[in-house]
């Protein structure tokens, strides 16, 4: 039979690192009956830190499904007589900067999302991040504030720190029992009662008390807050508080705050300790309450790539099925995984799908749903899931499945270039295949992943977004692939770009006895318009003074063109080209021809058309002590950083900058040294600018291997 979409919640946990998603996670399981003991994490033992470096590195790197089910609601901790099990899918994504890309496609295949503060950090860096991006997705959150328990815990802070800092309406609906270490229980303030848990049995019961009294003139004030702000929002309601705030019921509190919350006006926030098993359980009965199912999200929209026009899919099993790809893993026990969002539809294992970037049909010979790292075959999905797909030749990641005889293509996932890259080489000569497949089965997995040869030196070079992620991608080529390599120093990932109009005619003649080469091209050549990428080609070719037949070859020979740019051979991200006039020769003329007169036309003309070297520019947020501040912005600007913006976060000074990322290796040693270890920072990447004539002259004196 199939599942009643009302009852299914896709989440996310999202946060800054070490807020706790891993320990609440955890509890998660724990308390919905995956797991029957409480890991500590990082101790080697937890179940979502599958992957052999982050046990190691206690930091989460990629970001694992996981199915479980959860009865709501329940009354004193007994199921109701209208309880439901929940089928919750719970995505654990990491919080570190350099895998914001896998927080990104999280978000496009999730409805909800658990978002984690620390009671005592509030919102860090990477929270702010990790909001954004959710708000860009428009995906509807709960706050959850963690770590209760610890020394200088403020939970009503947070809650003032993402109405500021992230612009919000963060509204409690809780009142933490106790300070830190005495932290206890809270207070429902819908229900008007008090919750203490358990210290035995992992929290796993707990007991409804009356407030507190000296919280309860507190409590009336949250209370009132909440009520307000539930009414503003809601105008049946907000009539029925003008006249008598007591007559709304707890019921319409609730479908007016879940009203709320999908359309992003309130964020409830809730707190807890996961490690103290205290809160998760109330997190729980919320997501279920007040986080969208399926059917309460747009219907999904794609393009049909035989009309090209565009058609929608509800989240009902009796529509075609259409999925999303988000992930590409290797399990150690099943080995290739997909990971996908069923949208609409129903795929059973052992049938056929059809991928509709590649136009192959694949057969799916197992479905899987993921708990942690145990694997469940299942015999079908339906729309709303989440699962992992084997047996597959080709799909990748931003892939759209579809039945085959209704093709969809829904829209796909972008993801940020590479910015930083470094030479490799395996350390015997005998692993240089091993090395190659290597490498092209990691970049499937991860679309931030690059490899290229580089053309000058001939050296391969992996790209990624930092250091740690490249760190990490050597540490599992030694580890799952048993290839050693030596690695060169880490170096910028530039662009080239055109920065102004140019016309250019363009001849290419060869003579040489028997039949010779000839094709003459006229064209302009000018920076894309903003927010577009690769190569816009136009032709105004009128009267076939370049035959139809060679225009492709043509756009072929820019195209290739941009992967090496002018100046330094890095690789040109957007340019437009319109082809105005040519002519050619009956006999000489061929399609290589023409498309090596593109080629060679683009250099010539890119010197007209003030071709620049483009370097990345990052965030950086540094959190310091007062009194290193003077040092840490002379630094910066010494790098040629530009503060945007000095403020304070809990007793500290924060300091926010762009700075090209050239200037940055090295930099967490030098704040250390400047702040006798007490600063700290992170970074990530922004966008691409032009750099100064000094470093592109140095730029291109290095690519040409000439000593800069
Ligand atoms: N005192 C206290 N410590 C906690 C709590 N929750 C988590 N921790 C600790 O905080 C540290 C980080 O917790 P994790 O759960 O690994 O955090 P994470 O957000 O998954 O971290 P990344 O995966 O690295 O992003 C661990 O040492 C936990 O034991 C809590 O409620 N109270």
Redesign the pocket.
Known sequence: MARDLKYTRNIGIA?H????????TERILFYTGVNHKIG???EGSSTM?WMEQEAER???ITSAATTCDWTFPKENGVPTEDAKDYHFNIIDT???VDFTVEVNRSLRVLDGLVF?FSAVDGVEPQSETNWRLADNYKVPRIGFV?????QGANFLEVNNQVKEMLGSNAVPIVLPIGDEADFKGVVDLVKNRAIIWHDDNFGSTFDVVEIPEDMKEEVRNYRALLIEEVASYDENLLEKFMEDEESITEDEVHAALRAAVMDMAIIPMVC?????NKGVQFLLDAVCRYLPSPLDRDNIKGINPNTEKEETRKPDVNEPFAALAFKIATDPFVGRLAFFRAYSGRLDAGSYILNNRSGKKERISRIYQMHANKQNAIDFIEAGDIGAAVGFKDIKTGDTMSDEKHPIVLESMNFPDPVIGIAVEPKTKADVDKLGMALSKLAEEDPTFTVRTDEASGQTIISGMGELHLDIIVDRLRREFKVEVNQGQPQVEYKEAITKKAEHREVYKKQSGGRGKFADIVFTLEPAEEGKVGLEFVSEIKGGNVPKEFIPSIEKGFKMAMQNGPLAGYEVDAMKVTLTDGSYHDVDSDQLSFELAAKLGFKAAAKAAKAVIMEPIMKLEVITPEENMGDIVGDLNRRRGQVSDMGDRAGAKTVKATVPLSEMFGYVTTLRTLSSGRATSTMEFSHYAETPSNISEEVIKAAKGVEA
């Open positions: 946060a690192i070490d807020a706790g998603k891993t320990t609440t500590e994490t990082h830190d206690g930091i989460t990491p919080g570190h984690l963690n770590k209760m328990d610890r807890g300790s996961s490690f103290k």
